[in-house]
């Protein structure tokens, strides 16, 4: 049974700090080169917030852009939902940072942890508010500044990441548009593989846990790699028939952007072709809660997106997490 979802999204806009790392400034930091990052990652280059800018400065970039874009007033914002897994802090909640900075003075808010797909699941759960009527205007965001928890001697993890933030509107939609339908699940057997050990109630900060770098992301690639490249094929494809649709009825894939390898195989899987396909990861790498907002903004920018396109969104993250959306594109 497919679950549609009476909101859609009104409004994209996104946000990248302005210092940019590449390739060749990596070849000075790790022992690695371009061309093994181009050839095994697709990534060109990435974007680094300074110290003085967290997430929530990344998320209140985006958020400001898109409320001038769609002319809303922020004291409209009923919810607002970001989802990170670089909190400014880990509490109070970035949402709340966020909340106050734009000025969105009747909006409730919270963070949501589902790493590279936790903007998915914000989706879906924020739709949710304005699909049951209770709210009218809801700012989701993804946002992450995974410079702040990337250990930049580690040439296996520093390259593949970047910072940034996107942000959508939803808000009530007419009867063909919006959100057609979703799916998520956990497989919490696959947290072993892609996680950041230190800082929470396990292993509080402390010298020890320092010096054992267990404030940094660790990851088996290989393992993450198979796991997404099937589970996003096989989500997709599973929303797709759900609704009756095939790949061919598809406008564009808007996929996560962790490597430009994994989005082949997944659409090879899927039998779509590149022209279907949203792919800034070459600009951006891998910003985690940013990737699918950043990639619909630059789908808009670049026309790629028009009224009635049938858009499949498709990630898979740490956890694992994994979400697929389907929507008809609405403006
Ligand atoms: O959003 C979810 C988050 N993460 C992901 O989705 C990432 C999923 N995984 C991947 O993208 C890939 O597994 C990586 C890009 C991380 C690694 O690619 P791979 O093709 O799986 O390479 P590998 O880990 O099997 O390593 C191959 C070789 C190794 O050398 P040896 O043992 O064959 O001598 C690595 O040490 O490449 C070496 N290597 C590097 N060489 C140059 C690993 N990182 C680098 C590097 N530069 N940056």
């Not at 195989?265 to 396909?277: C, H, I, N, P």
Request: charged share 20%; net charge negative.
């Amino acid at each position: 049974m497919s679950h549609r979802i009476a909101a859609k999204i009104s409004g994209v806009a996104g946000y990248v700090p302005p210092k940019v790392l590449t390739n060749a400034d990596l070849e000075k930091m790790v022992a690695t080169n371009d061309e093994w990052i181009r050839t095994r990652t697709g990534i060109c280059e990435r974007h680094i917030a300074d110290s003085a800018t967290a997430t929530s400065h990344l998320a209140v970039e985006a958020a400001n852009l898109l409320l001038a874009q769609t002319k809303t007033d922020p004291a409209e914002i009923d919810l607002i939902i970001v989802a990170s897994v670089t909190p400014d802090m880990m509490f109070p909640a970035t949402a709340c940072l966020v909340q106050d900075r734009i000025g969105a003075k009747r909006a409730w808010g919270f963070d949501l942890s589902a790493a590279c797909s936790g903007f998915a699941y914000a989706l879906t759960v924020g739709a949710q508010f304005v699909g049951s009527g209770a709210h009218k205007k809801v700012l989701v965001i993804g946002s992450d500044k995974m410079s702040s928890i990337l250990d930049y001697s580690d040439r296996a993890t520093c390259i593949l990441f970047g910072d940034g933030a996107g942000a959508v509107l939803l808000e009530p939609a007419g009867e063909n548009e919006g959100i057609l339908d979703f799916e998520h699940d956990v497989d919490g057997s696959g947290g072993q593989y892609l996680y950041q050990p230190g800082g929470g109630s396990l292993n509080p900060a402390s010298a020890e846990t320092i010096a054992k770098k267990m404030h940094v992301v660790h990851q088996e690639g290989s393992q993450v790699f198979k796991y997404a490249a099937r589970r996003m094929a096989e989500m997709s494809a599973k929303l797709l028939e759900r609704n009756g649709f095939t790949k061919d009825d598809l406008t564009l894939l808007v996929p996560h952007q962790a490597n430009l390898r994994i989005i082949r195989a997944a659409q090879e899987r899927l039998g779509v072709d590149d022209s279907k396909v949203m792919v800034n990861i070459d600009r951006f790498a891998n910003t985690t809660a940013g990737t699918i907002p950043l990639g619909l903004r630059d789908a808009v920018e670049q026309g790629r997106l028009h009224k009635g396109d049938l858009v499949l969104i498709a990630t898979v993250g740490a956890g694992y997490t994994t979400g697929a959306v389907l929507l008809r594109w609405a403006y």
